[in-house]
């Protein structure tokens, strides 16, 4: 019995450290979504800036586009806010918001300081959207293709460096 308490830690340390060795190297930003190559799902909300005008899922078909899913109580999104208004408005890339779990009152007030990069903006309040797309929390991402297919997801915010890696699969989905 003394022999197995003495070796236990050992035992457990070692574990520990084959798991930890596991996950180095592999990428966190990108988790692999159940949606990749489906649809965006079915939905139904009013556009942020017009409570009367409904978008649908038709809306977000025609041209390669990013799904950017963002809030007001989302300090990343607010890092990530310029380069997206930077992407709009020097590349022409088109971006739909999903305003997740917002006060839309807020949100509106955010677009007018922040500028507004968005095409058109999805008023997700309570999140259905969002759950339906398996969102995890805000930023994220999806790249979009011009029949409104999920190409590829992205998790957390878009910085020059992930624009770079965004933009090349754009150009990939508008050759293929």
Known sequence: MRRIIVILPLVLFVALGL????????DTESIPSPLLNKPVPEFSLSALLDEQQTVTAADLKGRPALLNVWATWCPTCKQEH??????ARDEG?????VNYKDDRDKARI???KYLNPYALNIYDPEGKLGLNLGVYG???TFLL?????IRYKHV???DERV?????????QMEVN
């Open 19 to 26: 798991f930890l060795w596991n996950g180095i190297g592999k």
């Open 82 to 87: 310029a380069q997206l208004n930077r992407m």
């Open 93 to 97: 890339i088109v971006i739909y918001g």
């Open 110 to 112: 955010w677009l007018d």
């Open 138 to 140: 805000a930023p994220e």
């Open 145 to 149: 293709d011009a029949q409104g297919i």
């Open 156 to 158: 957390g915010a878009i």
């Open 163 to 171: 624009w770079s890696e965004l933009r090349q699969k754009m150009h």
